[in-house]
């Protein structure tokens, strides 16, 4: 049996900056929209979320991602309908898949819409 490989398609990822990343944890209330964690007010500073060097565990499981609904992987992207908030262990849950229910994106909170 022949063995099938995979081929790597390399895009280029889209960075959002430090400002727009605040503004998307804000305006979704600092909550995780698949599990309802909302992250603590006096760990919400951007030296405290951004640093590559935090360790202590609490601080990777429970801080939160800007999440493609649709992963990188199957050809997700940054668009406003395709990204909500995630806390860490959501995120590592979901990985390259897809959550199967309905879950708030950027473009809800903009519209100002419930799900």
């Given at each position: 049996m022949a063995r099938q490989t995979k081929l790597?398609?390399?895009?280029?990822?889209?960075?959002?900056?430090?400002?727009?990343?605040?503004k998307?944890?804000?305006?979704f209330g600092w909550e995780c929209?698949?599990?309802?964690?909302?992250?603590?007010?006096?760990?919400?500073?951007?030296?405290?979320?951004?640093?590559?060097?935090?360790?202590?565990d609490y601080a990777k499981?429970?801080?939160?991602?800007?999440?493609?609904?649709?992963?990188?992987?199957?050809?997700?992207?940054?668009?406003?309908r395709n990204i909500t908030?995630?806390?860490g262990g959501c995120n590592r849950t979901k990985g390259s898949g897809t959550f199967t229910g309905r879950v708030r994106t950027f473009a809800d909170v903009l519209e100002g819409a419930d799900v």
């Open positions: 790597k398609i390399d895009r280029p990822r889209k960075k959002l900056s430090l400002q727009m990343k605040l998307i944890r804000e305006a929209q698949y599990c309802g964690y909302v992250c603590p007010e006096d760990e919400r500073a951007p030296h405290l979320i951004y640093e590559a060097n935090l360790n202590h499981r429970q801080r939160l991602h800007i999440d493609r609904i649709v992963p990188c992987a199957q050809g997700g992207t940054y668009h406003f908030l995630a806390c």
